[in-house]
């Protein structure tokens, strides 16, 4: 018995000592990656379209490379040196749902798909992979983004939108922002 608890003790520990620390890998700022997707029910492409850099990032910094939901497609960045997934993502596209249709039987069209990443610190390769709804890869497409590329875009840093806060009861870390549009 004491074996059994003393085994089930170490991968217990050895679980929560592979968690990676967002820090190591990540900046505090987003890429917004521009994708387009093309093709129809017989044939499928992925294609990159532009990468822009925003101020902050306010996404998940734990469980990075864990999925926390299944799509119809997924993102995967890895560590350029080491190889080793240090985010993962996963979606569900408009594009992928068209192809089931019978305009995607006689034609070709494409349709773009923003996703907004964690900003790496060092040079990482994204890879996105669409699946068929059962579960096969239908295409995928990779690149290398080196956070000092000067094609990078720097957004969000002027012509900021006039605001003003309601209430604010503490800062993004810690709290929910609820955003009011006026319609027109």
Same mark, same amino acid.
């Given at each position: ?22 820090? @190591? ?22 294609y990159?379209?532009?990468? $822009?850099?925003?101020? $902050? !990032? ?31 993502? $996963? ?6 749902? !068209?192809?089931?249709? @019978? ?28 699946? $068929?709804?059962?579960?096969? #890869? ?9 956070? @000092? ?10 012509? #900021?939108?006039?605001h ?13 922002? #609820? ?6």
């Amino acid at each position: 018995m004491k074996q059994i608890c003393s085994i089930l003790l170490f991968f217990l520990i050895s679980a929560g000592s592979y968690a990676q620390n967002f820090a @190591d890998y990540f900046q505090n700022k987003t890429l917004r990656v521009d994708y387009i997707f093309t093709g129809n029910n017989k044939q499928q492409a992925i294609y990159l379209d532009e990468l $822009s850099q925003l101020p $902050s !990032w306010a996404g998940r910094e734990h469980h990075l490379s864990e999925l926390p939901l299944e799509g119809n497609g997924q993102i995967i960045v890895r560590d350029l040196a080491t190889r080793q997934c240090i985010y993962k993502t $996963s979606f569900s596209s408009l594009f992928q749902e !068209w192809l089931s249709t @019978d305009e995607a039987k006689e034609t070709a069209k494409g349709f773009e798909n923003t996703f907004l990443l964690p900003y790496p610190k060092q040079p990482a390769e994204v890879e996105i992979v669409l699946f $068929s709804p059962r579960k096969e #890869v239908m295409t995928s497409f990779k690149h290398i983004v080196r956070p @000092d590329d000067i094609l990078i875009h720097k957004r969000g840093t002027s012509h #900021v939108t006039p605001h003003r806060y309601i209430l604010q009861s503490g800062n993004e870390k810690e709290c929910i922002d #609820v955003a009011i549009l006026a319609e027109g």
